[in-house]
T-cell receptor, first 116, second 115 residues
């Protein structure tokens, strides 16, 4: 069955430090992968997505992610974290092909805290 | 107004009440979703509508009843809920049609508390 694992429940980094959030997926075919961010009291905002092609994808707010098929991973990175990046981050895989909709399976999320 | 709008933002209801959550999207999308977000649990897909037809119902109890009168509006009717139903309910929409990999666009959710 399709699944997404985010091994880190909570991460704390200092402002200006680099960041990497881990995501591992289980899917039988080429996956469609997404990263979303959720600030307190808000819905989820799309950071970036991977469908095919270049395995390094760029997103909004200076984030990027690298798809590694051999490791079934899609880790999110940012070279220098800002205090406003404190939020919860969700990795997701698209679990269906066809049907006119996108059935996303989400990981449990990683909560990021940023120290000044 | 653009994006996905959910009302109300907060709702407190007793177990015997009947209430409805509303979602409206102004993106021209054809698919709409209800997700449940509980503390310490992954987001759970509840229902999906594609072209106003329900295409997913993930073993959701019958005390939750969705309605999609047109491609822009989605409702979740609630009755005789349980305290464990307290959660953030998120509505989302996507392009749909042949675009089954289109990203979902989320509203800000309705925080539901069942007393």
């Amino acid at each position: 069955a399709q699944s997404v694992t985010q091994p880190d429940i909570h991460i704390t980094v200092s402002e200006g430090a680099s960041l990497e959030l881990r995501c591992n997926y289980s899917y039988g075919a080429t996956p469609y992968l997404f990263w979303y961010v959720q600030s307190p009291g808000q819905g989820l905002q799309l950071l970036l997505k991977y469908f095919s092609g270049d395995t390094l994808v760029q997103g909004i707010k200076g984030f990027e992610a690298e798809f590694k098929r051999s490791q079934s991973s899609f880790n999110l990175r940012k070279p220098s974290v800002h205090w406003s990046d404190a939020a919860e981050y969700f990795c997701a895989v698209g679990a269906n092909r066809g049907g006119g909709y996108n059935k996303l399976i989400f990981g449990a999320g990683t909560r990021l805290a940023v120290h000044p | 107004e653009t994006g996905v709008t959910q009302t109300p933002r907060h709702l407190v209801m007793g177990m015997t009440n009947k209430k409805s959550l509303k979602c409206e999207q102004h993106l021209g999308h054809n698919a709409m979703y209800w997700y449940k977000q509980s503390a310490k649990k992954p987001l759970e897909l509840m229902f999906v509508y594609s072209l106003e037809e329900r295409v997913e119902n993930n073993s959701v109890p019958s005390r939750f009843s969705p309605e999609c009168p047109n491609s822009s509006h989605l409702f979740l009717h609630l009755h005789t809920l349980q305290p464990e139903d307290s959660a953030l309910y998120l509505c989302a929409s996507s392009q749909g049609g042949g675009s089954y990999n289109s990203p979902l666009h989320f509203g800000n959710g309705t925080r539901l508390t069942v007393t």
